[in-house]
């Protein structure tokens, strides 16, 4: 069995980094935007997580606002931290994956894009890597579900599924208004870039082919399959 935590970034789940906590082990998923690291182990303790118990860091893809603290934590947690081959360089560069941050809509090319852009994490050199589509088994932690690649969002984009019907799938999809939750935050949309919204689609199916029901987000609160049904069908024609 496990329990997934929602550790805020932001308010109101505009950006959010995820405890998987196993019977065995925990796993952090993501670790925010640079100099998230004592706010993410704030979190932690109030949620009773030893961090000793914590035994992987997992980075979902490439994007400052997911790895941005990623050695800091990995300092403090001395764990390794996992990613997909194709996006490693994000992590062992400190630089957001400049030429997948292909908007959504333009209004994020002058709102969101530069920032993200600009920003620096401190690089880190990953322990655990993922080749094309090979799957990372989490039995040995406790938790019954696996690592899976996809792509879309970034060509590295992993997600987190499990036997339960639960999904971490991050930056696939979004909701709320604006980078998640000020309003109408389990209402799916669009996030800010995609890199390739035929792998998108082809990755979401793939989720779905899983016995998938509640999808946990990047930005935004939880969402249905319903939900994500939808999404696919009207964004992702």
Known sequence: MHKIIQLSIFPFGMINCFLIKGERKHILVDTGIPNSQAKIIKQLKQHNIKIEDIALMIITHGHIDHFGSAKELKDILRVPILIHDLDKKALQTG??????????NKIWNFILKPKLTKDRATFCTPDIILNENEEYDLSIYGINGKII?????????????????????M?????????????????????????????????????????????????????????????RDKFLK
């Not at 630089?95 to 959504?104: A, G, M, Q, R, V």
């Open 149 to 169: 690649h996809t792509p879309g969002h970034t060509p590295g984009s992993i997600s987190v599924v499990f036997e339960n019907g639960d999904a971490i799938i």
């Open 171 to 231: 930056d696939l999809a979004s909701s709320g208004i604006l980078l998640g939750g000020i309003a109408f935050n389990s209402r799916i949309k669009h996030p800010p870039f995609h890199d390739n919204l035929e792998q998108v689609k082809n990755s979401i199916n793939t989720i779905l082919s899983l016995n998938t029901e509640k999808f946990y987000l990047g930005h935004g609160n939880p969402v249905s399959k319903k939900s994500l049904i939808k999404y």
């Open 95 to 104: 630089e957001s994956l400049f030429e997948t941050l292909k908007p959504n």
